[in-house]
Every structure is written in C-alpha cells, then in structure tokens.
C-alpha cells in the first residue's frame, strides 16, 4: 500500500467520521493506529485506513462494532469479500433509488395533468409510497414496476376507475342480502379475482403482500371501500367459485 500516516483530526475529516468516533475504536481495539507521533499523537497507516474502510462497510451491512471485531480477526478474513457484500448493497441501494425516481416521475406527471392537488392526496400518496416499501419486497417492487410499464399507464387508468365500480357492486349484492354463492355474485367475484392478478401478475408472493398490507394497514381499506364485512362477503364468494361443482 501506499505510505500514508493521518493524524487522527485528519483522518476525521476526510473520512467524515468524528474524531471521537475514532478515540472509541482505539479504546476498545477496534481500529488502533500503527503509529505515533513522538509526542504521542495517533497515526494512521494506510493499513489502517483499510481497516477503517472494512470497519464502515461491515457496520453499514448491520454488523454491530463487536460482531466486526470478531469477524476482521478470523484467520479466514477476506477484504474482497467485504467489498463484494458492499457493493452488493450498494446496487441494491441504487436499485430502490431509481424505483422511487420512477414512482415520483409518474406521481409528477400525474399531477402536472391534474386539477390543483389538496394536502389529503399528497398526504395519501406520501402513505401510498410508504405502505408498498413497507410490505412489499425490492424483487417485488420491482416485478410490479415492470408489470406497470408493460400494461401502460391507460390500461392502468381504466384498471383503477373500475374498482370503485366493482367494490360499489358488490356493496349493492351484500346489501341486499344477496347469497354470495349464487351465479350475479359470483360473476362480481370473478372479476375480483381477475383485477387482482393483473396487478400481482399471479405471483403468489406479491398477493400475500397484498392481503397483508390491507390486514395491517385499515385505514388504506376503508379509503378503498374495503370494509371488514364486505371482505367477509367477498371472501365468500370466493370460497364458492372454487367450490367443486
């Protein structure tokens, strides 16, 4: 490596680090500077700036500072391994980046054609956003980034203007006390069925997602219409469509 020797108030500020950060890695062992000054003031090598570097990552990937102790002193240590996991993370990260680039743009556009927007609907968006990080999976989020482009965002439209139609129907039925077992709801429920596999694209993963994010977050169900009684019927319904006949 390259000859290098860093006073600690350097190394803090090229690395952004706190110099305090670094006097609590020296006093528990974690990263020691090589060398000293003869007054006494720490150095750091160019070894130990590697080491800080495999120190950063690991604690970035979820290692706790004991955890990264232990594992920068196995005999079978291996820094491209480190840096491998890093950059694996990395991509990761810039993968859920463009992802939210992507949803913003569309939320942009969608605004840019639409009458002037109130605080509730940007504050249902900003949920919107949150829910689906929350309980979908990047893989997810990205099959369903896909599926969006794929259908085209008309396809999409009308795809949304049908719900509230299909939910206020079968509103209607339960209201009126119709069996869900027979043939006008069943009909609804079919319909059901298939909007939801246009949008998980029959991955089973992506519809458990789905149902979960609807049984833990309420409040984006009744926005939606989607009442625990009305779930019930629904659910119903499809217990009779898969009913052997």
């Known amino acids: 490596m390259q000859h290098t020797e860093l006073k600690v108030g350097e190394l803090a500020r090229r690395t952004g680090l706190s110099i305090r950060a670094l006097h609590h890695y020296d006093e528990i062992g974690l990263l020691k500077p090589s060398a000293h000054t003869a007054s006494g003031h720490r150095l750091y090598t160019a070894a130990d700036i590697a080491r800080l570097s495999h120190i950063l990552s690991l604690k970035q990937l979820g290692f706790s500072l004991e ?3 232990g594992t920068l002193g196995r005999a079978d240590f291996s820094a491209l391994r480190v840096v491998e996991l890093r950059l ?45 990080e929350k309980h979908y999976t990047p893989e997810q989020l990205k099959e369903l980034e ?28 339960m209201a009126k006390g119709t069996d869900p ?35 833990q977050e309420p409040q984006v169900a009744r926005r939606q219409g989607r009442d625990p009684k009305l779930m019930e019927y629904v659910g119903r319904a499809m217990a009779a469509l898969d009913a052997p006949k």
């Open 67 to 69: 955890e990264i102790s």
């Open 88 to 132: 694996q993370r990395a991509r990761e990260q810039l993968a859920e980046q463009r992802q939210l680039c992507e949803r913003l743009d569309a939320i942009a556009r969608q605004l840019r054609a639409a009458e002037p927007v109130s605080a509730d609907d940007f504050l249902h968006t900003i949920e919107a956003m949150t829910m689906f």
């Open 146 to 173: 896909a599926r969006r482009q794929s259908m085209g965002d008309d396809a999409i439209k009308e795809v949304e203007a049908e719900w509230p139609r299909l939910i206020a129907r079968m509103q209607e039925e």
């Open 181 to 215: 077992a027979t043939e006008p709801v069943r009909a609804l429920a079919t319909r059901w069925r298939e909007l939801v596999r246009a949008f998980t694209g029959g991955n089973p993963g992506i519809e458990k997602s789905l149902n979960t994010l609807h049984q």
